[in-house]
């Protein structure tokens, strides 16, 4: 079934050609020896490839909180006499890695609203995100008979909605779970081909394939809609940039698959105009 968002967007929103990429930066060695003061003077890449071949077991260890114990939202008010959160856990299949920090997601320094919550393990975001403010260390923690207690970090992000594709793409570098995310009903078939940085290039430069995905993906768009439909299918897909510029994240596959999502969803909506 696909998932598009239900409300309409109105007419008059205006949606960038392109999705530009930010200047290159690297990220700051200081950043990831806060964090793991043992990896001070391993190279960020080999940092990196330790992270992904440790990527199940640290998603075991997300999917080991209790969901019934860790909201997925707080009110800002509560942030400043919330500083940990104790979490029962689940049993794993696996030898989990278990997160150090959760994540309390907001707009601004604001204290209205509320701050989404998300657990992750810092040295995902530290080795990874160039404008990532530098992280507080926390040692690994330990699961005891209340669980598992972990401190909440607040962090400003542009669209705290739209973090959680971002963040999983951070752990498994999956362009076929990441552009499945971006575009409702992107065809399993072709997503299926997603095996290599260079078969999300190629895709991006052929004509007819990227017709072939816009035609698709309208084809699934709720007739009476469509517009609107597609319209909040690419602001979502522009808030996930956002988030991604904002953080300073510097990986090309996930820019060309942001590229891709943005290029497919684009030519549905052009198939679109010209339908009517």
Known sequence: MSHF???????????????QRPPYAEVPRQNVATVA?????????????GLRVKANQMLAGIAALSPSHLPSSIPRSQLQNTRTLTIPLRPSQQSPSYPTHILALS???SQDGSANLIATHS??????????????HSASAQPNASGLTLPVLPLSVPSPAAFAPLHKYLYTHSAATF???????????FVSTLTSPQAVRGTLASGPALHTLSAHLLSQTPRQNSMGA??????????????????????????????????????AMNLGAGAH
């Open 179 to 189: 552009l499945s995310t971006l575009v409702p009903a992107i065809p399993q078939s």
């Open 5 to 19: 968002p239900a409300q309409s967007a109105p007419s008059t929103v205006q949606l960038p050609r392109t999705l």
């Open 123 to 136: 040295l995902v975001l530290a080795s990874q995100c160039a404008s990532l403010p530098r992280l507080p």
């Open 230 to 267: 597609l319209t909040g299918v690419a602001q979502n897909i522009a808030a996930v940039w956002r988030n991604a510029v904002a953080l300073g994240v510097h990986d090309p596959e996930l820019w060309d698959c942001l590229d891709l999502a943005w290029e497919i969803v684009l030519g």
């Open 107 to 109: 707009k601004s320094s």
């Open 37 to 49: 003061p043992e990896l001070a003077d391993v190279p960020l890449e080999y940092v990196r490839r």
